[in-house]
C-alpha cells in the first residue's frame, strides 16, 4: 500500500483517444487526481463521471490535471467514453490487476453477465506536482464516494493553508 509522501508507482497508460498518458509525464500546477472507476457495468461510475465532466473546469482552473482509469478493454472504453459524453475527461483502458494490487484498489470477480471477469473498485488519488502520493479515498464498493465539491473544498484549504499530506506514520 502506498503511504503518503512516498512516491507512486509508474503509471503509463493508453488512453481512448489514442495516445497514451503518463503520471511522471504531468506538470499540474498543484496536483493531478486519478479516479480509478469499476467500468462500463457500473450505473454509480457512470453518474460520476458525469459528475466530473460538468466540473472539469473547476478542476483545472485550480492547476489539477484530471484522468478516469479503467481495466475495461479498449473497445468498452471507447464504448463508454461516446455514450456517457465524457469528452472532457481523458480516459485509460486496460489498466491491470497487478498493477491495482500496487495503488491498494480492491478488486472484484464478476457476479453477473454484465461485468468484467475482474475489475477494480472506485479510488480516488491525489498526486503532488513531484508524482508523491498526498490523498486517498478507495472504496470496496460502488458506493461512498466522496463528492467532487468536497474534493474541490479540500484543495482550497490544502492551497490556502498549505496543508500537509497526512496519515504516513
Excluded at 27 to 37: A, E, G, Q, R, S
Excluded at 101 to 128: A, Q, Y
Aim: overall charge negative; some cysteine.
Amino acid at each position: 500500500m502506498i503511504k503518503p509522501r512516498e512516491k507512486t508507482p509508474n503509471l503509463s497508460i493508453n488512453l481512448v483517444n489514442d495516445t497514451q498518458w503518463n503520471l511522471q509525464d504531468q506538470d499540474p500546477d498543484n496536483f493531478t487526481m486519478i479516479l480509478f472507476y469499476r467500468g462500463k457495468h457500473c450505473p454509480v461510475c457512470k453518474k460520476q463521471l458525469q459528475e466530473l465532466q460538468q466540473k472539469i473546469n473547476d478542476f483545472t482552473d485550480k492547476g489539477i490535471n484530471v484522468i478516469a482509469i479503467i481495466t475495461d478493454t479498449e473497445a468498452r472504453a471507447k464504448e463508454t467514453y461516446k455514450e456517457w459524453k465524457i469528452e472532457s475527461i481523458p480516459v485509460g483502458y486496460e489498466f491491470s490487476i497487478e498493477e491495482a494490487r500496487k495503488w491498494g484498489l480492491f478488486i472484484s470477480e464478476k457476479i453477473s453477465d454484465k461485468e468484467p471477469d475482474n475489475f477494480v473498485e472506485p479510488g480516488m488519488f491525489i498526486i503532488d506536482k513531484e508524482s508523491k502520493f498526498y490523498w486517498s479515498s478507495i472504496q470496496s464498493m460502488p458506493f461512498g464516494r466522496p463528492s467532487f465539491d468536497e474534493v474541490l473544498d479540500g484543495i482550497d484549504y490544502i492551497l490556502k493553508e498549505g496543508y500537509p499530506a497526512r496519515g504516513e506514520a
